[in-house]
């Protein structure tokens, strides 16, 4: 009898014999950081000392390096007196919390600080008493306990490593992170953040990942001090005259911008060291505000992220990444942040990578193929719009009230649209007297140099002759090169400046040698041809810019023929989206002596001549002015994406009319950010003229669109695809008052609870603002052709907001969608990733009614990685931005025939969210709004800077701070959300979930609990919520927090979930005490 009890006992209990409880003790402490210790001189990329004072000297109105910044601190047990010492690379971030599937964790934490702070964990399972952040969730009492843990309580936070992270196809450990919450963006502007890392059962050996060398964390953001609690204690501490700081000075507001890794700029970052051959694992993470685009790049080494070949990772806030490196190349390399902009702020690392006499993988002793190219940089005159034409409306460039005038009207203080750049470009031999010409495949190259393409094993020597009036070299990705042989000029303290590979001086010649060895080479999962650049880099910035970058392509052994193109494939192209900014060309001062009437009285910092030279362009081309992007019917074309440049290249490039395969994704919209390559895979099914544009707003009127032609040359099989079954939907264009926040009550709660008391300039009316108000145009659904009936939304439905009805289609599947224009302007309907008849999408006037037809063949549909739903969206494009911005998008969702019937029964609960800021100064409706919401529409200035920010509403369905409804599930339910992003350069979100992890598909199954969103981003993430309650749901970049793109969603028990517990719970205390009773009455 008293076996079975033990035996029943521990079945019941065997969760808690595979655990293990893991104890932190966790201080909330005060202290003063230096963000750059002096370490020696050192040469940083693309950095003067005038710039490195901006941030690190103080002065009368500077607070210079050093700030008061709250710190998690790690003690030794719960007496809180005897530190645990961390690595010192982990620099002002807590301390590393570590967990395995199954693991229990304790987190006790008392706070020193002087102030209420809290400890919320991102990717872990926990209730709603130890979730850790503050905000109306409908809790009261002790689960309220732990939204503010006061100075000098303590708090108990319990987390259950669950099986929701990593996920199948992540890497045994991965990166997660954990921060206070009280207002989350000023507390971790404070200091208050840490890595959680989560492992796979069995992962952990002593507290180390099994197999693993060396493991390092990072997180790249620039700390705005700005929204530091302690802002005043700075500025009364450490400015020498303190009264006379004005805190909304632009400069001085920058000069507290510390572009950092784990809290260390200008390349103080201590203790990065490993030997070669050490296997190295890194946890990234990214934090902070819209300005945090990263580009980590790791100088001289390959990584591993997702089982593919990189040498680059981006980050955005609170992206979570990790990555795996086997050391190589013994010297001291720079780890640094491509973004331009923050390449020149500071925010560079160095790392060592030791020579310790470790065994190294033998050498391929196969014959080397040895590539040799003859490069030189030279001059030329730059003409970004050849045809002086608008080619998508025909008309002039410079037409009066053109999106295309600021760009292209040459005058006395302005340039216009041609410039003296530098470019690369191929040379027969090392004479360079006689130039390679480009054929006609290569014709769309444009300003970019020429191709460098190798495959594993492959030698690459490049020649290079600098023509120009300034030192130049080259720097490439994605091969592997000694420290003699790099292009980037920087040198490390107490070493030497790098040699002639760095900095090729003027009429000089300089040879590099690159490998390319297997762990350069495509993965078994990579495309069988990597994308990659090269460019000059003794000042990237500059030299980039410049003009001065071209195309790489990295292959597998054996898959190129001898003219270098890929074999099984009809035609490669190259495209480089950029905004060149002109401005930070080293020929500025050449182009304003050359092109403007009045070159002394130009002033460069004029903010209108500065936007004069963004040259939103596609290898140098803008308005359509790209030739060379042909191709026929049913070939197969591989496109090679790359880009350079800063925060404002956040790049949505989507290609009208056909879709593409990118990771066993079936996309087709690419995003691309500064130093990120993609290799995309497409076969045009549709004959006709379609464009290839960046969708984020700015970039597509700014002229960074171009045409590409599929033309019939050859004859084609009849079409494959047998569309079956027809869906009709009869949608309309209906103009409404749309109100972004009907109540206040939620956002009162938060500020309520937060002891804050904040005017918001997004929905306060105030004296002229519009406030939460707008007239706006919608897609709404009818009974039948007669659009007298709108059709009623079910409650799963309400979450829609500002949302189109769904509209949901399978492979095979043709919709119908009967369009009515109920609206007083012209306005359409297209979608993403369907095929037409026509590439032309035909206008509907108002009144009129139109019939659009979407063919759904299986390139619409999921990739053989994918989710078997996947999301596309639809809207107006008559004017690509104005009809977006007032209103007309909606969602369609794509499955694998069937799917939904055969082999998911049980239907998936659906909630669709897009998260767009919109601008209602570009809404066709904006006068409108003015004179019908405005209390005094005669003061309104449309140019005065807080009137435009006031009209920018950072919302999910067009809602904000907690008003978007009906988010509303049970426990056990499966559920799909797509998730969706359009919208301009600052429309770049992390959605992040609070409670739960979701999964997503990327060839194999990932998990999370943050996505990043960019224009023309459309994913499925499926969720299987376990833990009932009220649950933030919200962006996580900065200012979108305290904008208000935040709503809550709710789970709920379920019935079955209810009976079972009460089964299980009944029958466990039926068992302890009759196992209480047994061993309380044997006589032991």
């Given amino acids: ?69 709250a710190l998690y601190v790690q003690y030794t047990d719960g007496t809180f007196r005897m530190t645990i010492d961390k690595p010192v690379w982990l620099g002002f971030l807590g301390p590393i919390i570590k967990a395995e599937v199954g693991d229990k964790v304790y987190v006790h934490l008392k706070n020193f600080a002087s102030r209420p702070y809290t400890f919320h964990s991102h990717g872990v399972t926990y209730y709603k008493e130890h979730e850790g952040a503050i905000y109306p969730d409908n809790t009261t009492d002790f689960q309220k306990a732990d939204d503010k843990v006061f100075p000098g309580e303590q708090y108990l936070y319990v987390l259950h490593a669950s099986e929701q992270s990593p996920g199948e196809g992540d890497s045994n450990c991965v990166t997660r992170i954990y921060h206070s919450h009280v207002d989350a963006p000023k507390d971790i502007a404070s200091g208050l953040i840490g890595p959680l890392i989560l492992c796979k059962k069995g992962s952990l050996d002593k507290e180390k990942e099994k197999n693993i060398d060396q493991e390092f964390v990072v997180m790249f953001s620039v700390v705005d001090e700005n929204l530091s609690w302690y802002l005043e204690d700075n500025i009364n501490t450490f400015c020498s005259e303190p009264k006379k700081v004005d805190k909304d000075n632009e400069d001085f507001q920058e000069s507290n911008r510390m572009y950092s890794l784990n809290g260390y700029t200008f390349g103080s970052l201590p203790g990065l060291s490993m030997c070669a051959e050490d296997r190295v694992k890194w946890y990234l993470f990214g934090m902070g505000n819209e300005i945090d685009v990263h580009a980590a790049f790791f100088h001289g080494q390959a990584l591993t992220s997702k089982n593919y070949r990189t040498d680059t990772i981006n980050l955005f806030p609170a992206t979570l990444f990790d990555a795996f490196m086997v050391a190589q190349n013994p010297g001291v390399w720079m780890l640094s942040c491509q973004n331009l902009n923050h390449l020149k702020a500071g925010l560079q690392a160095f790392f060592q990578v030791r020579n310790c006499n470790k065994p190294s993988p033998e050498a391929d002793t196969q014959e080397r193929h040895v590539r040799h190219y003859y490069i030189a940089a030279e001059e030329i005159i730059w003409d970004y719009a050849p045809s002086g034409t608008d080619v998508f409306t025909g008309d002039n460039l410079t037409a009066l009230e053109s999106d295309s005038r600021v760009f292209f009207e040459q005058g006395a203080m302005r340039i216009g649209g041609s410039y003296k750049k530098m470019v690369y470009r191929e040379y027969t031999d090392d004479s360079f007297m006689k130039r390679k010409q480009r054929g006609p495949d290569e014709e769309h190259l444009g300003i970019l140099g020429p191709v460098i393409w190798a495959e594993v094993g492959d030698i690459i020597k490049v020649t290079f002759h600098n023509k120009g009036p300034y030192p130049l070299s080259i720097q490439p990705t994605g091969v592997r090169f000694t420290v003699e042989n790099e292009g980037t000029y920087y040198a490390p303290p107490a070493h030497s400046l790098k040699g002639a590979a760095s900095h090729v001086a003027p009429k000089e010649t300089f040879t590099y040698e690159w490998t390319v060895p297997k762990e350069m080479g495509p993965t078994y999962a990579d495309p069988v041809c990597l994308s990659r650049m090269y460019y000059s880099a003794v000042d990237p910035t500059k030299d980039i810019f410049t003009g001065l970058i071209g195309p790489m392509k990295i292959c597998k052994k054996g898959s190129l023929l001898t003219n270098g193109r890929q074999k099984d494939v009809d035609k490669e192209f190259y495209l480089f989206p950029t905004v060149f900014d002109e401005n930070e060309s080293l020929l500025l001062d050449d182009n304003i002596r050359m092109f403007t009437a009045a070159p002394d009285h130009v002033d460069k910092k004029d903010e209108d001549f500065q936007e004069s030279n963004k040259m939103h362009s596609m290898n140098g081309f803008m308005y359509g002015n790209q030739p060379g992007l042909n191709m026929c019917l049913g070939d197969s074309i591989v496109w090679y994406l790359f880009s350079a440049g800063n925060e404002a290249d956040v790049h949505g490039i989507y290609f009208s009319g056909n879709t593409y395969l990118s990771k066993g994704e079936r996309r087709d919209t690419a995003n691309l950010f500064p130093h990120t390559s993609l290799t995309l895979l497409m076969q045009p099914d549709t004959e006709g003229t379609f464009d290839v544009e960046c969708l984020t707003t700015d970039h597509y009127t700014g002229g960074m669109k171009q045409k590409y032609t599929v033309n019939q040359c050859k004859q084609q099989s009849e079409e494959s695809t047998v569309y079956l079954g027809e869906r009709t939907y009869y949608v309309a264009a209906v103009e409404v008052e749309w109100d972004y926040s009907p109540s206040r009550d939620w956002e009162k709660e938060l500020h309520h609870l937060q002891e804050q008391n904040i005017s918001n300039a997004f929905l306060d009316k105030e004296e002229f603002y519009i406030g939460s108000k707008y007239k706006k145009v919608v897609y709404r659904q009818f009974t039948d052709s007669t659009f007298r009936e709108q059709v009623k939304r079910k409650a799963e439905d309400e979450h829609l907001g500002i949302l189109g009805p769904q509209i949901h289609a399978d492979i095979g599947d043709k919709v119908k969608i009967v369009f009515k224009n109920m609206a007083t302007r012209p306005y359409s309907i297209h979608a993403h990733g369907v095929k037409t008849e026509n590439s032309t999408v035909v206008p509907t006037l108002p009144g009129e009614i139109r019939i659009y037809i979407w063919q759904i063949p299986e390139r619409s549909g999921a990739g053989a990685e994918d989710a078997p739903c996947i999301p596309w969206a639809y809207y107006s494009t008559v004017d690509r931005v104005k009809d977006l911005y007032s209103g007309l998008i909606g969602p369609l969702v794509v499955c694998r025939k069937s799917y939904m019937k055969v082999f998911n029964p049980i239907k998936k609960m659906e909630f669709f969210l897009l998260f767009l800021i919109f601008d209602e100064n570009e809404s066709w409706y904006l006068d409108d709004n003015i004179k019908i919401y405005s209390d005094h529409p005669e003061k309104v200035n449309k140019d005065d800077e807080e009137f435009i920010e006031s009209n920018k509403m950072h919302a999910i369905n067009g809602k904000m701070f907690g008003n978007l409804q009906g988010l509303t599930m049970h426990v056990g339910d499966e559920v799909n959300w797509y998730v969706m992003g359009m919208g301009n350069e600052i429309d770049l979100h992390t959605v992040h979930f609070h409670g739960h992890s979701f999964q997503y598909k990327h060839r194999g199954i990932y998990s999370s609990d943050v996505f990043d969103l960019f224009p023309g981003t459309y994913q499925t993430l499926e969720m299987f919520p376990q833990t009932p309650g009220t649950w933030l749901l919200h962006c996580h970049v900065t200012d979108h927090v305290h904008a208000g793109m935040e709503t809550t969603y709710t789970v709920l028990y379920s019935q079955s979930y209810r009976m079972t517990w009460n089964i299980h719970y009944t029958l466990l205390i039926s068992m302890i005490i009759l196992f209480h009773i047994f061993y309380s009455t044997k006589d032991w």
């Fill in 1 to 69: 009898m008293n076996l079975l009890l033990l035996g029943t006992f521990l079945f019941l209990y065997t969760p808690i014999a595979w655990t293990r409880d893991r104890h932190y003790y966790i201080g909330i402490i005060e202290a003063v950081w230096n963000y750059a210790s002096e370490n020696g001189e050192k040469k940083l990329i693309s950095v003067d000392t005038e710039q490195s004072n901006l941030y690190l000297q103080n002065g009368p109105d500077h607070i210079g390096r050093t700030y008061k910044k």
